[in-house]
Nanobody
Framework: QLVESGGGSVQTGGSLRLSCVASEYIYSSFCLGWFRQAPGKEREVVAA???????IYADSMKGRFTISKDNSKNTVYLQINSLKPEDTAMYYCAADKNPSPYCTGTPPRDINPDYWGQGTQVTVSS
């Protein structure tokens, strides 16, 4: 119900736009977000967007990451600019039933939204 694309290998300073196509049911009813997991690290929240288009970002993700959505395509995007090697991770799109703590800025310690995509790999080389 969530299909990501857009990952790849880029050099430091480059940009990528990740896409996540959601089913109609998911897209219209759920909080949608992007998460990432780097090798050897825990999965972390990047950003989320609610049905009205309001966005919220993890504090450490503010500035270089932009989440957006296209209602005509049932698609959520994550634009990442000025990529750094530490951004190397598997990026996941996820959906969580409203009201969702990911869209209210109070994510739980145990990250566990209702649906996950398969992930798309982002690798940044120096």
């Amino acid at each position: 119900q969530l299909v990501e694309s857009g990952g790849g290998s880029v050099q430091t300073g480059g940009s990528l736009r990740l896409s996540c196509v959601a089913s109609e049911y998911i897209y219209s009813s759920f909080c949608l977000g992007w998460f990432r997991q780097a090798p050897g690290k825990e999965r972390e929240v990047v950003a989320a967007i609610d049905n009205d288009g309001a966005t919220i970002y993890a504090d450490s993700m503010k500035g270089r990451f932009t989440i957006s959505k296209d209602n005509s395509k049932n698609t959520v995007y994550l634009q990442i600019n000025s990529l750094k090697p530490e951004d190397t991770a598997m990026y996941y799109c996820a959906a969580d039933k409203n009201p969702s703590p990911y869209c209210t800025g109070t994510p739980p310690r145990d990250i566990n939204p209702d649906y996950w995509g398969q992930g798309t790999q982002v690798t940044v080389s120096s």
